[in-house]
């Protein structure tokens, strides 16, 4: 079949490479508004061929937006205006309720599936997708009673044979949930970053002791702005629920260092340890 | 020679299976108040057996104190008592003013060397040791000129043998950038831990969505309380300076969300990027 995609970066590219790595007879036309990343993705094979908007979503028969949220959200109408009626959309973006919502208007939101992939680096661009990304990985469908059984049946056979794991929930549980689990993460090690990068204005050598560790909880802050500054403003409401809730238990660590108590830091730490339960299930 | 090592731990064990692993002929004498942790160091090979801290102290020419760092407080001047006069103490403690200063006011400082060893795993105990931890690793050396010469060399020696890369500086400058570049990180991730936990408790599948991103910055929220309570104890003072400019990086985040400014948000973010300079040094 042909398959549309819109944002040939990370995941984009990741996603057209591992359904080639399938060896299925597929033809993939690339869309970018970026020329560079464009001519990019062709040259490293993650598409067959560039083209516009409105041709590749015209011609497609599965079409994926694989955009930063905020231009997910003005291509969402569009792409369902050109989709030929027996087409699938899917959208790869990290919050869903808008998008359901904006969908949920429209003649065709039967050909919308809305997909979230639990997946990604701190590395952005088609030169960061690698065919292997999606493999193993969650990926959540939302809403997916408003979606055609056809489109979800298409859509949920090619996740299973990229060997990807499915969850389905409603969009505004989804939308709750990722603020913790990830989008919290994000911030953490941004402000993490800054916070040292800071200091290093007065003292020059703070980086020299850095290790794994340091290493570990500031990685994400390599993430890509154009990707990450959008999802914040989508998610807004549940992201500064759980940033307060995060700022809280800074100042309750900071309160019991201050005060010296050293048993109640002691108990934090030891009940901050049941992450070992979670991490269990997604370190392999 | 006879090595000494108290508290048979992930540092103290990954330090005797180091230099095991240099096939030389020494005899390792382990001390360890928790017998079971004895049992197993023994059990494990980590040393070739186990005796008191006064015994082993005096036995020792190299003796290693691996405790938390509230222990080695207690610990120093003991050992330096015991200690004989042309063997070499070294403590491998994340806090280095406070020892400095305890082993300055004695006749024996000379034969004190103060070491960190920026190395480690968010998993505590014998079983957690291994021989290649300290591999390629930096270790620091605080205030080398309160060191007799022949103790320094002898220590140098010891751990170039371990592949280690050596680096010097005063303890008071150590103390200061460590809470920054790895006191810091595990706050950040024993309070990441700590807040989804919490959510937990109304949204029972919070988890279900969390992927590499999350395990990430939350992986040192495995890390053992008893050592890390005394660490932020220790360094009371730079933990709470440096635990302060995170919060107000967040609480610039939250502003920021909060009125929508997705422009200064990108912009923030597009700085803490400049941490790819860092990382690049670190990870390999």
Same mark, same amino acid.
């Given at each position: 079949?042909?398959?549309?995609?819109?944002?040939?970066?990370?995941?984009?590219?990741?996603f057209?490479?591992?359904?080639?790595?399938?060896?299925?007879?597929?033809?993939?036309?690339?869309?970018?508004?970026?020329?560079?990343?464009?001519?990019?993705?062709?040259?490293?094979?993650?598409?067959?061929?560039?083209?516009?908007?409105?041709?590749?979503?015209?011609e497609?028969?599965?079409?994926?937006? =694989?955009?930063?949220?905020?231009?997910?959200?003005?291509? !969402? @109408?569009?792409?369902?205006?050109?989709? #030929?009626? +027996?087409?699938? &959309?899917?959208?790869?973006?990290?919050?869903?309720?808008?998008?359901?919502?904006?969908?949920?208007?429209?003649?065709?939101?039967?050909?919308?599936?809305?997909?979230h992939?639990?997946?990604?680096?701190?590395?952005?661009?088609?030169?960061? =997708?690698?065919?292997?990304?999606?493999r193993?990985?969650? !990926? @959540?469908?939302?809403?997916?009673?408003a #979606?055609? +059984?056809?489109? &979800?049946?298409?859509?949920?056979?090619l996740?299973?044979?990229?060997?990807?794991?499915?969850?389905?929930?409603?969009?505004?549980?989804?939308?709750?949930?990722?603020a913790?689990?990830?989008?919290?993460?994000?911030?953490?090690?941004?402000?993490?970053?800054?916070?040292?990068?800071?200091?290093?204005?007065?003292?020059?050598?703070?980086?020299?002791?850095?290790?794994?560790?340091?290493?570990?909880?500031?990685?994400?802050?390599?993430?890509?702005?154009?990707?990450?500054?959008?999802?914040?403003?989508?998610?807004?409401?549940?992201?500064?629920e759980?940033?307060?809730?995060?700022?809280?238990?800074?100042?309750?660590?900071?309160?019991?260092?201050?005060?010296?108590?050293?048993?109640?830091?002691?108990?934090?730490?030891?009940?901050?340890?049941?992450?070992?339960?979670?991490?269990?299930?997604?370190?392999?």
């Amino acid at each position: 079949m042909k398959i549309g995609i819109v944002g040939l970066g990370l995941l984009g590219g990741s996603f057209a490479l591992g359904v080639k790595s399938l060896g299925e007879e597929h033809h993939f036309i690339g869309v970018d508004i970026n020329e560079e990343n464009a001519k990019t993705a062709l040259n490293l094979g993650l598409v067959d061929e560039i083209s516009t908007f409105e041709k590749c979503a015209g011609e497609a028969s599965l079409f994926v937006l =694989a955009t930063p949220v905020n231009v997910i959200e003005r291509q !969402m @109408i569009d792409a369902l205006e050109y989709l #030929s009626n +027996d087409a699938i &959309l899917i959208d790869l973006g990290s919050t869903k309720a808008s998008f359901c919502r904006i969908a949920n208007d429209h003649p065709k939101r039967g050909r919308y599936v809305s997909c979230h992939p639990i997946a990604g680096t701190e590395n952005s661009g088609p030169d960061a =997708a690698f065919a292997g990304l999606l493999r193993h990985k969650m !990926m @959540i469908i939302c809403d997916k009673s408003a #979606s055609d +059984d056809d489109a &979800l049946k298409t859509v949920v056979a090619l996740f299973k044979s990229l060997d990807m794991r499915l969850s389905y929930m409603n969009a505004d549980e989804h939308d709750r949930h990722i603020a913790y689990v990830s989008h919290l993460s994000h911030i953490s090690s941004f402000a993490l970053g800054l916070t040292v990068l800071d200091r290093e204005k007065d003292e020059k050598s703070v980086f020299a002791m850095a290790g794994s560790g340091f290493s570990s909880t500031v990685r994400l802050a390599k993430s890509s702005p154009a990707m990450w500054a959008p999802i914040f403003a989508y998610n807004r409401e549940n992201v500064l629920e759980a940033l307060n809730a995060y700022i809280r238990q800074l100042e309750q660590f900071r309160n019991i260092i201050e005060e010296n108590k050293v048993d109640e830091s002691y108990d934090l730490m030891q009940k901050a340890n049941d992450i070992r339960r979670i991490l269990m299930g997604i370190d392999k």
